[in-house]
Nanobody, 116 residues
Framework: QVQLVESGGGLVQPGGSLRLSCSASGDVSSIYIMGWFRQAPGKQRELVASVPSGGTTTFSDSVKGRFTLFRDDGKHTIDLQMNNLEPEDTAVYYC??????????WGQGTQVTVSS
């Protein structure tokens, strides 16, 4: 089993920044992909950004140029730096990992609210 613990959500004004952190513990072997999804009220969960081990980061079109992903395999962490936040970024953000053999694990979610 893998436990994922997120931190860093909160309330921020439009144009502001937040950094979300996610730390994995437990059976951290064979982690292949790490990333973040988000789910806004009344909408489906959508992929925000992800990066495979040794690979290239993928971002959703809505966050390209504003969000950055930081993966640290030594610490088993995946951080999401969010700049120039917009009200449309308001959602619950979930970190996830996918093992090389296919299993997925999720964090508990952290609320991000962008509002003046």
């Amino acid at each position: 089993q893998v436990q994922l613990v997120e931190s860093g959500g909160g309330l921020v004004q439009p144009g502001g920044s937040l950094r979300l952190s996610c730390s994995a513990s437990g059976d951290v072997s064979s982690i292949y992909i790490m990333g973040w999804f988000r789910q806004a009220p009344g909408k489906q969960r959508e992929l925000v950004a992800s990066v495979p081990s040794g690979g290239t980061t993928t971002f959703s079109d809505s966050v390209k140029g504003r969000f950055t992903l930081f993966r640290d395999d030594g610490k088993h962490t995946i951080d999401l730096q969010m700049n120039n936040l917009e009200p449309e970024d308001t959602a619950v953000y979930y970190c996830y990992i996918q093992k090389s053999y296919g299993a997925w694990y999720w964090g508990q979610g952290t609320q991000v609210t962008v509002s003046s």
